[in-house]
């Protein structure tokens, strides 16, 4: 998921290419739930319904079932069941209150 963030704070090497559009994409972290280990350390996980391969190299003891938090495509933290439904809430209350017409690719 991405969103879009205001110009301030930013370098100047960044602000250039901010200034055509008014707005700063930025990746955050999201919960998901592991479906697949694979043996070459990537896996498939399922985030809102949505299945995407990603890298489980940065994680120790994973297991099919687990939640985690995936960020550009590597999970990078485990959390537990509780933890991912929370923010998968927050997530989607965040998303309900988007304008309809913003493009979040």
């Known amino acids: ?16 290419g901010i ?3 008014g707005v700063f994409s930025m990746c955050l972290a999201v919960p998901a739930r592991i479906l697949e280990i694979r043996s070459n350390g990537m896996g498939v996980a399922d985030h809102a319904g ?13 297991a099919v079932g687990d939640y985690v938090i995936i960020h550009a495509g590597f999970a990078i933290h485990k959390i537990d069941e509780a933890e991912a439904k929370e923010a998968l809430e927050y997530l989607k209350l965040m998303a309900e209150e988007l304008p309809p017409d913003l493009d979040l690719h």
Do not use: A, W, Y
Request: proline share 6%.
């Open 1 to 16: 998921m991405h969103t879009k963030t205001p110009m301030s704070g930013r370098p100047e090497s960044e602000r250039e």
């Open 50 to 62: 949505v299945r995407r391969e990603i890298s489980l190299m940065l994680l120790d003891d994973v």
């Open 19 to 21: 200034k055509e559009t």
